[in-house]
């Protein structure tokens, strides 16, 4: 009997012991430094973060949760190496509430510091934008309009070197074909001219 209650206690230490190991070990690794709210739109957004050189992190976890409000988002990576995770279907004007932890292969780390950050209203937004501003969506639409005015100038330009062409050439026909109209005029002037002839009689000469 003795013998089987010494293997049971023994199987009951080294499970506690495991869990122990295992305990220490999650707590040890750090929670993530430096966590940024970044590209803050209305209904979405950017969540980035640091770990300390070392840790064995192989994924994150990260809660998001409405101020004021129990309901929580929770979104879990794992065999990954990224620092940074999107937050999606957020809602305009809202503040929302970030924790970020790290994921080992022996647990999790405690949470970051907490993160409260608030949605813009798109109409906030708009008039937040300033003049100089420019997106790239903008910038594709300008280099568009820079294109097709090219096109309309080109254009322009090849139909006017055409009609300056075609005027040069028929300037060419004409002036080439001047000399034989001025023959032409002078021959027609001496055919149509008719030759003196003396009104008759003889001259006389004065005494």
């Not at 969540?47 to 101020?67: N, R, S, Y």
């Not at 794992?78 to 080992?104: F, K, M, P």
């Not at 100089?132 to 309009?145: F, I, N, R, S």
Request: glycine share 6%; proline share 4%.
């Amino acid at each position: 009997m003795w013998g089987i209650e010494g293997s049971c206690a023994a199987l009951l230490l080294l499970f506690l012991a495991y869990i122990s190991i295992s305990s220490v070990n999650a707590d040890s690794l750090s929670a993530p430094l430096n966590v940024t709210i970044k590209a803050l739109e209305g209904n979405s957004a950017i969540v980035t973060w640091e770990i300390l050189e070392g840790d064995p992190v192989i994924g994150f976890a990260i809660t998001q949760q409405k101020k004021d409000v129990r309901m929580l988002r929770f979104i879990q990576e794992v065999n990954t190496t990224t620092r940074s995770c999107a937050l999606w279907d957020l809602e305009e004007d809202t503040e929302y509430i970030v924790h970020v932890q790290s994921i080992s292969m022996s647990g999790t780390s405690p949470l970051s510091e907490p993160v409260l950050f608030r949605t813009p209203k798109e109409s906030e937004k708009l008039a937040s934008k300033s003049p100089d501003e420019v997106t790239m969506e903008e910038v594709g639409q300008a280099a568009q309009l820079r294109a097709g005015e090219l096109i309309i100038i080109v254009v322009v330009l090849v139909m006017w070197a055409g009609v300056i062409a075609l005027f040069c050439r028929q300037y060419d026909i004409i002036k080439d074909n001047e000399p034989n109209n001025n023959k032409d005029k002078a021959k027609n002037s001496s055919e149509c001219s008719t030759p003196e002839h003396p009104t008759g009689g003889l001259l006389r000469s004065k005494v």
